[in-house]
């Protein structure tokens, strides 16, 4: 089952680069051999039988791939979002010419982030960090002839490769403290390693899943496709992060978890304030992204993983499903700002009632998996030591859930329904089955607690009464009052995304450039000071060849040639006739006689 997962989305992208012949079709039979696989896998599991492949690498550093009760429920988690998003995607993408690369770059995206909840070691999970960040670059920046496409893909790369050295330097600490690249094992570790480990993988976590303040890359990165943002913000690059914490959570020490708890309320609450006063559906839903996972870290926080994963489980079914809502939308209406979409729910009833749907279950409207997810990180946050902190920010993220979501609502249902493009069935096929996981997911809940072992929280009536009072009233006041007017002094500052001097680009992206642009410039230097050494070594071997050919060269030719005349005039001499030869010696003779004999006259 581990190799099906794996090696059916890689071989099909291979065979789609090689063939260039039907990606559509090869796309969602690798992505249906996934799932298969992953539901194998899963009944295994769950069926008591774990597993583990090991692979020689380097030296007491195999590469390992290991099927347990988690990795599990994430690889079916990845396998399901994937191969409904990719249904839809045929619809989406059925008239673009570049579909090749397109559902060739989708494929290895899978592969990756299957890759990495799969990795048994960090050597393995490094390598598929790597690729994740490599094909989401490619997928971000998929259509890079358009305006401002290529800037967002290099600005996600920056962000997010900028982060990745906390991971590096987190996992190379715990391999270096626990003499192995195991990562079961080096979650033993404790102590001050565990806490510097901890936060470094922090870092790492805040630039993959968006978190203050590194949050601006991701709502840039709607420059991609619809179903590039579906698969992103759903069950792979930007829940790499929050499954990164979750993963290493047995390790983290309460030092850690403070700071992680603390860094996703805030997130969950800036970024909420950015989608309310957003003004393109498909960037408040990127900004919704942020939010949603800083609630998995305040989960993580407050000492419940188990809270975070069920969250994960449900955002990725629910985000899904509102970034294909919106692809249908952005068809119908030829863009995604909330002007333009004016009225685009009441002219499709249908795509709208899916779209409702899922909104109310990201707000926390039961019996919607949002609520109960929700309910698990509000309990989560009443019984941990930092309730203090965490549970004003889990409310307060939870309100603005409900209001952005009640403004969006209310923006596709008002205005006239306008004319209506007709999209491709596997579009809705591909939505309607998101929604309808959006709706029942809840029911896996107990099951998932029992196969991993764990019990949640009990927050009795406290936590869902909260919860659900916090998602109606922010439904209410989104649907009734104007974000300006909601959120007063500070709107002009959330529709800038709550960025001072400069924010990241001013630290990360600017300073990235511009040493960038130096070594090229520098790059060039070297490359003109060798070329113009090249063309000094041509012009010497042009005059050294100039030289012999015409200064040594022509005199010793012309003496051979000389000297052959001089030889060839020579031979005719010798005829061969014994006479001639006589006669030739008798004159020689009388010459030589007639020198002798004239030699004392002048002597």
């Avoid at 500070?490 to 600017?510: P, S």
Wanted: glycine letters at 10%.
């Amino acid at each position: 089952m581990l190799v099906l997962i794996l090696l059916a989305p890689l071989l099909a992208a291979l065979v789609i680069f090689a063939l260039r012949r039907a990606p559509e079709v090869l796309a969602l039979f690798a992505a249906a051999l996934g799932l298969l696989g992953a539901a194998g896998q899963m009944f295994a599991v769950s069926s008591g039988v774990w597993s583990t492949a090991v692979l020689p690498f380097l030296p007491d550093m195999p590469i390992r791939l290991v099927a347990t009760p988690l990795t599990a429920i994430l690889s079916l988690v990845v396998a399901t979002v994937a191969t409904f998003v990719l249904l839809y995607a045929v619809g989406y993408m059925r008239h673009d010419p570049q579909r090749v690369r397109f559902f060739g770059t989708m494929l290895l995206f899978v592969t990756a982030m299957q890759g990495l909840v799969l990795s048994g070691d960090w050597i393995t999970l490094l390598a598929a960090w790597e690729l994740i960040g490599f094909a989401s670059y490619l997928l971000i920046g998929f259509w890079h002839d358009r305006p401002g496409v290529a800037a967002a893909a290099t600005r996600a790369f920056l962000y997010t490769r900028s982060a990745d050295l906390g991971l590096y330097i987190g996992a190379f600490l715990l391999i270096g403290v626990a003499g192995t690249s195991e990562i079961s094992t080096t979650l033993a570790t404790t102590g001050t390693p565990a806490l510097i480990a901890g936060l470094l993988l922090l870092v790492a976590a805040m630039g993959k899943s968006a978190q203050v303040p590194m949050q601006d890359w991701l709502q840039r990165a709607m420059a991609g496709p619809t179903p590039v943002s579906a698969l992103l913000h759903s069950a792979t690059l930007v829940a790499a992060g929050a499954i990164l914490l979750i993963r290493t959570a047995p390790m983290l020490p309460a030092g850690a978890l403070v700071v992680i708890g603390i860094v996703g309320g805030v997130t969950a609450v800036i970024t909420g304030l950015i989608a309310l006063a957003e003004k393109d559906l498909k960037r408040l839903l990127a900004a919704s992204t942020s939010s949603q996972y800083g609630l998995m870290l305040v989960a993580i926080g407050a000492g419940a993983p188990i809270a975070a994963l069920l969250h994960l489980i449900s955002h990725a079914a629910i985000k899904s499903s509102l970034f294909i809502g919106a692809g249908v939308f952005q068809h119908d209406r030829d863009g995604t700002g909330m002007e333009s979409l004016a009225g685009a729910g009441r002219a499709r009833p249908g795509i709208f009632a899916g779209f409702a749907l899922s909104a109310l279950a990201l707000a926390g409207i039961p019996p919607l998996a949002g609520f109960f997810s929700k309910d698990a990180v509000i309990a989560a946050t009443l019984a941990s030591p930092a309730a203090l902190w965490l549970v004003p920010l889990a409310l307060a993220a939870t309100v603005l859930t409900g209001a952005y979501m009640g403004r969006a609502l209310r923006i596709l249902w008002a205005g006239a329904a306008a004319d209506k493009t007709e999209p491709a069935p596997l579009m809705a096929a591909g939505l309607g089955a998101l929604v309808v996981l959006a709706a029942v997911l809840a029911l896996s809940f107990g099951p998932l607690e029992r196969l991993l072992g764990v019990d949640m929280a009990e927050g009795g009536l406290l936590a869902p009464v909260l919860g659900l009072s916090a998602a109606i009233s922010g439904l209410v006041l989104g649907w009734l009052i104007t974000p300006a007017r909601l959120l007063g002094p500070i709107f002009g500052f959330a529709q800038r995304g709550f960025v001072m001097f400069g924010g990241m680009d001013a630290l990360v992206a600017r300073p990235a450039l511009a040493i960038a642009a130096a070594c090229e410039r520098l790059e060039r230097w070297l490359y003109d000071l060798v070329l113009g050494f090249g063309r000094l070594n041509l012009s010497l071997g042009w005059l050294a060849q100039k030289i012999d050919t015409k200064g040594i060269d022509r005199p010793i030719f012309g003496l051979v040639r000389r000297t052959i005349n001089t030889g060839t005039r020579a031979r005719k001499l010798q005829s061969g006739f014994i006479h001639r030869e006589m006669a030739l010696a008798v004159i020689g003779m009388a010459v030589i006689v007639a020198v002798l004999l004239a030699a004392p006259l002048y002597s």
